[in-house]
């Protein structure tokens, strides 16, 4: 079967750098999503890791290592706006793109 | 800016009763999705279509679950009857073809089964 995990919880103060990891097991996938989900909203995309590295998308960076089967995303200068839950996703590509989610991470950022 | 729509954002229903959710995805779009998202876990797929064509349902309970797309547009998912592990969030994407891989999510429709 396939599975990720991420620590269940996270605290950091506005203005800091947070990472949030993801490792995960599975047979074969072609890579690596982040999804932030704001409570009682709908998840959206933030991230995609194809190939090992890194990948930074303004304030938002996220990294993959397939020899280590882990990844993390990577959030700078935090803003409150930030507190949200962030999920990472195994993706299966092709024409489907199916999505297998981690158990998500709830970051909470402190003034 | 093109939105995943849902209907409807809130439900409360009984147990063994029948309940069903609409989803339009944006247009255009040929994949469709249909996750369900247990409070406090990540989204998990329930079913998925290319154009009107299921391509994956393995994770959906069919002896309650249906879901169809008739025309390739709008998809409508069932549960007949409802039973209280029912509750959660359901929750449709779309995609395009060939477009990525960022799955556009709507807003939800929340699912209370009494």
């Known amino acids: 079967g396939q599975s990720l995990e991420q620590p269940s919880e996270v605290t950091a103060v506005e203005g800091a750098i947070v990472q949030i990891n993801c490792t995960y097991q599975t047979s074969g996938f072609y890579g690596l999503s982040w999804y932030q989900q704001h409570d009682g909203g709908a998840p959206t995309f933030l991230s995609y890791n194809a190939l090992d590295g890194l990948e930074e998308t303004g304030r938002f960076s996220s990294f993959l290592s397939r020899s280590d089967s882990y990844g993390y995303l990577l959030l700078q200068e935090l803003q409150m706006k930030d507190s949200a839950s962030y999920f990472c996703a195994l993706s299966h590509g092709g024409a489907t793109n199916k999505l297998i989610f981690g158990t998500g991470t709830l970051l909470a950022v402190q003034p | 800016e093109a939105e995943v729509a849902q209907s409807p954002r809130y439900k409360i229903t009984e147990k063994s009763q029948a309940v069903a959710f609409w989803c339009d995805p944006i247009?255009?779009?040929?994949?469709l999705y249909w996750y369900r998202q247990i409070l406090g876990q990540g989204p998990e797929l329930l079913v998925q279509f290319q154009d009107e064509s299921v391509v994956d349902d393995s994770q959906l309970p069919k002896d309650r679950f249906s879901a169809e797309r008739l025309k390739g547009v709008d998809s409508t998912l069932k549960i007949q009857p409802a039973e209280l592990g029912d509750s959660a969030m359901y929750l449709c994407?779309?995609?395009?073809?060939?477009?990525?891989?960022?799955?556009?999510f709507g807003p939800g429709t929340r699912l209370t089964v009494l």
């Open positions: 247009s255009g779009h040929a994949t």
């Open positions: 994407a779309s995609r395009l073809r060939g477009g990525g891989n960022e799955q556009f």
